[in-house]
């Protein structure tokens, strides 16, 4: 097949929505635009601790534009100041008592138009009685530390939880015994998913018909159907949320946030729809943050590099409001799979979770719920041994991957992976990498650096990642007590085109296609005949949305499962058509065909055809050609990686850039391969730009230092190299179609590979780690043996 053919299945397709989003049609909630529709805009904190004395809107709301000044208060008559978090906490919708966070919301103003709404917020007076804040989260926990959640009962400290996974007793018992225990702090700061549409929302709410609408950037439209109800009190089947077009997630739109409730209570309040849109300063500053883990991680092997056990330490900065996410059962998400890829006896990791003034979130960017945090430790940890030992980290790894054989793997914390073939994977990285040749380039540039002839320096960093996607089987996973089972409908025209109906929603990860691939590659109907639906809580079936690689390792099996009941419907149909047993018949792509005689079938639109006809069909069986299903994944799938950075380091600036990437994946089956290497492509991006460049920093007073993307840096095409793309390929066991979640892998990974390579680059420095992001000022104080000042 050429690169674009369109297939009738699985392979190279260019993505159906590309129609709409090159031509500047796609569909976005600021492009929608009711009938008198206001706009609102959101006050908020300056201070990140603070005690509001007053709130004064009398001028707000005498400007002329004004049509309703919310304030905590209102909300407070409403039983709606707080909120439920995705961690079952609460959070404010407009405080009331405290603000906790610099960018919290104070206040919203709701006007004819969306300058006079900004305007009347510089009309509102609050006073305020500023407080000490906690900043760092290594303090949060001390006895004179300011108790940020005082308005919850009995609380006098700032102590969220303490969770552990592993057996700690067998875990030291291992480290007692090891020739060589290597320990290393780390950080992995504070990051931003940044996606490139911020949040917002339109609420209309119908006076007559009772009927809510919120257009919303959601990645989980059902989800927050379901918490509206609740929190609002609005009977469910009179909510619809519609995510249209949404430009990027990366986990930043699954929580609710206190613009969407404003822009509903604005709606209810004047009768009128409501816009609210943040701007990039608010989005940065007061939506979801990602990672904040300070992490204490030790590594007990022989002498000769055999890996016996991990033992970890997490202090987790949650910020103001405990607005982590994560299925309820796993405080740290998926923290526990953090033993990696390798076959070790023993390990035990406890975090422990604070409250600190700062935003809350704690959100899976672009992973699934706080792996990136695991895969980052264990593959520094393995470099750090490498380090200790001498020896190379690429060897250390292939001698300590689990062994095809050994899967399904049960791992020390609990985890049972499903499927892989590391050694493999990690020996095609290394070829395509060249990586003997690397090794030999790099001698031969310490040697010029060693005699002072050159300030070039050259680091090659492995990083070997294992995933846990698509959460996630019921009995084991829910969020705010929601199931994490997805369903799916599809519906077979007369002739013989196809609807599906999905409860995951795209975020740029071209579901419109892919999911239409797997229908076609099971029916044989073109991709082109089959419309996928989704996004709207009116039009699909209930789901938890898209978030943690889940939609193809769940909803990509409804859609397997769905269009496998139409094709067994469609055999009893065919059977009536042909007038022979369904037991005699036999199909090939599109078709049902009498056993020993293959001119004798029906395709799947002759089929289609007869279902909706007068054709007689055998008793009890129903006509038409449709079908509905809610998966209940049995286990997680476990995609997998090797990736190799090279980075040059100037010795003098301190400035890295990546001169090489190789990456090769491992996601099982792959329905549309351009769509997984441009979804590794985007994570490879972040990788670089999370290992080098970004970091949501504060000042001693809790004031956010990262409020655009002059501060808070994005990677461009600059800074990346071509990326070079490798894949092998271990199906699934227990998944319909053999895939696994791909569109986070690659963030996974990447970090890590690029953070060994700039401290492999350091190591004639004598520099065994220092954190990320490895800034030119953060790369040149490590090599200097300099504190690096924040
Ligand atoms: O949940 P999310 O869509 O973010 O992640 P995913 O399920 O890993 O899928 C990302 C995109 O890659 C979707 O369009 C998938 O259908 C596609 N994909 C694929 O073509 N083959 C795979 N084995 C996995 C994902």
Known sequence: MTAMETPVGYGR??????????????????????????????????????????????????????????????????????????????????????????????????AEDRYSARDALELIEVEYEPLPPVVDARKALDEDAPVIRDDLEGRTDNHIFDWEAGDSDRTDAVFAAADVVAEQDMLYPRVHPAPLE?????????????????????????????????????????????????????????????????????????????????????????????RDYHMHGEIA???????????VR???????????AQPTKFPAGFFSVFTGSYDIEAAHCSVTGVYTNKAPGGVAYACSFRIT?????????????????????????????????????????GWEYDSGDYPRTLQLALEMAGYDRLRAEQAERRELTASGQS?????????????????????????????????????????????LRLSCQ???????????????????????????????????????????????????????????????RAKIVASAMLEVSPDDLEWEKGRWFVKGDPEAGKSIQDIAMAAHSSLELPEGVEGHLDATCVYNPPNLTYPFGAYICVVDVDADTGQVKVRKFVAVDDCGVRINPMIVEGQVHGGLADGVGMALMQVMAFDEDG???????????LPTSMECPSWELGETCTPSPHHPIGAKGIGESATVGSPAAVVNAVIDALKPYGVRHADMPLTPAAVWCAAHGRPLRT
């Not at 004031?703 to 840096?713: E, K, P």
């Open 13 to 110: 397709m260019h993505r159906k929505e590309d129609a709409r989003f090159i031509r500047g049609h796609g569909n976005y909630v600021d492009d929608i635009t009711l009938p008198g529709m206001l706009h609102g805009a959101v006050l908020r904190s300056p201070y990140a601790h603070a005690r509001i004395v007053s709130v004064d809107t009398t001028a707000a709301e005498a400007h002329p534009k004004v049509r309703a000044v919310i304030t905590g208060e209102t909300l407070a008559g409403l039983n709606l100041a707080w909120m439920p978090t995705l961690s079952n906490d609460v959070q404010a919708v407009l405080a009331t008592d405290k603000v906790r966070f610099q960018g919290q919301e104070v206040a919203f103003v709701v």
């Open 198 to 290: 911020t949040c917002g929302a339109v609420a209309e709410m119908d006076k007559i018909t009772g009927k809510l609408t919120v257009w919303t950037t959601t990645q989980a439209p059902h989800a927050h159907r379901t918490v509206y109800a609740l929190v609002a009190g609005l009977p469910e089947h009179k909510i619809r949320v519609v995510s249209p077009d949404i430009g990027g997630g990366f986990g930043n739109k699954v929580g609710i946030y206190p613009g969407y409730v404003c822009a509903v209570v604005g709606s209810i309040v004047t009768g009128k729809p409501v816009k609210w849109v943040e701007d990039r300063s608010e989005n940065l500053m007061s939506t979801s943050f990602a």
């Open 301 to 311: 092997s022989t002498k000769d590099g055999k890996i016996l056990g991990i033992r």
């Open 314 to 324: 997490v202090l987790a900065d949650h910020g103001a409001f405990n607005g982590t």
């Open 373 to 413: 945090e695991a895969v980052y430790l264990i593959e520094r940890l393995v470099d750090v041994l490498a380090f200790e030992l001498k020896v190379d980290p690429g060897q250390l790894r292939m001698r300590n991957l689990l062994r095809p054989e050994q899967f399904p793997y049960q791992s020390k914390t």
């Open 455 to 499: 300030k070039d320096l050259m680091g090659i960093g492995v990083a070997f990642f294992t995933e846990a996607v698509g959460a996630g089987p019921r009995k084991h996973m829910d969020i705010l007590g929601l199931g994490m089972a997805d369903g799916a409908e599809l519906r077979v025209h007369p002739t013989g085109k196809a609807v």
């Open 506 to 568: 795209s975020q740029g990860q071209g579901h419109e296609t892919t999911f239409a691939q797997i229908v076609a590659e099971e029916l044989g109907i073109p991709p082109d005949d089959i419309e996928v639906v989704h996004g709207d809580t009116d039009q699909t079936p209930f789901g938890l949305g898209t978030y943690g690689s889940r939609s193809t390792p769940v909803s990509g099996a409804a859609t397997a499962v769905v269009a496998r009941r139409v094709r067994e």
């Open 703 to 713: 004031n956010h230092l990262g409020g655009s993307f002059m501060d808070y840096l």
